[in-house]
């Protein structure tokens, strides 16, 4: 059997010297018997034993604190790690195999899986070396803005590829009990120089396969196009793109509907002599423009 000590220790591997991950129990219902530390200053680390055996499942947060008696909003601690919750429910279009290896293929180099207590569900884990401290008293709904935005970069690919998340914020994930069990597991950690950059909310990670190809020196054509277009090579919204492509006189098709408030959804591509863009509605480059003067050696 899983030993529950060990995962919890394994997933908040970055916390500070002298710390523990906050943890939970809860019924077959899900609703939370206790949690440590809690809301409250508590006397003792465990469950009276009338209540044990009501326990079914046991979880933990992604915040780690010095002690699990003291009530957690007098205390300073660190975020550890995020993470993503996946139901199968609001996945309707895809088999549980087809959504486990959607997943697996965005996620692979930076988060594990586990399935959730139903066995449908995915939950992903994102580790950092580095953890994220913060004040007493800072509230919960903060705590939630800033772990979903050291996930966000990966939701936001799963996304792109119509998998919905259900929730990525600072919650108690139950790990043990019903279906719960590891798919795939990485010991990879998020790198220290990105939690800072991602709490920030500035920084998009992408998979190999939308990855920008661009040279540590762009040439003169291909950098009036990225001025005219007020644009950088990278993830763009196709439509600001398009809009502004056909002002400049450029013919665009594009199966988008244009619709996405600024979303992420395609990006800029260019090479020394070269510039395309991207678009994820489309699955290929809906634009295209090099300099064959260059090409020629003109």
């Known amino acids: 059997m899983e030993n529950f ?20 129990m809860a019924d077959e219902t899900k609703r939370a018997l206790g949690w440590w530390p809690g809301n409250r200053l ?18 933990c947060t992604n915040r780690a604190f010095g002690s699990p008696l003291t009530p957690q909003r007098e205390q300073p601690g660190t975020l550890c790690w995020s993470g993503l919750d996946i139901d199968a429910d609001d996945n309707p279009h895809m088999t549980t195999d087809t959504l486990f290896d959607t997943v697996f293929q965005k996620v692979e180099n930076f988060g594990s899986i586990r399935t959730s207590c139903g066995g449908r569900g995915l939950h992903v884990f994102f580790r950092y070396q580095k953890p994220y401290h913060f004040d007493p008293g800072t509230p919960s ?36 009990g019903g279906a719960n069990r590891w ?13 800072d950059v991602m709490v920030k909310g500035n920084v998009t990670i992408m998979d190999e396969g939308d990855r920008v190809r661009t040279p540590e020196n762009l040439g ?4 009036k196009w990225l001025r005219a277009l007020g644009v950088f090579p990278g993830p763009v919204y196709v439509g600001d793109v398009v809009t502004r492509l056909r002002a400049l006189g450029e013919k665009v098709s594009t199966k988008s509907k244009m619709s996405g408030n600024g979303q992420v959804n395609g990006y800029i591509d260019c090479g020394p002599d070269w510039i395309q863009l991207w678009s994820y509605a489309d699955g290929h480059a809906i634009w295209r423009d090099q300099d064959v003067g260059g090409m020629l050696g003109e």
Do not use: H
């Open 220 to 223: 003169e054509f291909v950098s």
């Open 42 to 59: 508590q006397q003792l680390l465990g469950l009276p034993p009338a209540r044990q055996n009501l326990v079914k499942f046991l979880g």
């Open 5 to 24: 000590s060990k995962l919890v220790d394994w997933l908040s591997a970055c916390r500070p010297k002298g710390t523990a991950p906050q943890i939970g």
């Open 183 to 195: 798919v795939y597991r990485t010991d990879s950690l998020i790198p220290t120089e990105l939690v």
């Open 141 to 176: 709904s903060t705590l939630s803005r800033i772990t979903a935005r050291l996930s966000k970069p990966w939701a936001d690919l799963l996304e792109n590829v119509g998998v919905k998340i259900c929730k990525r914020d600072s919650r108690m994930f139950w790990l043990m």
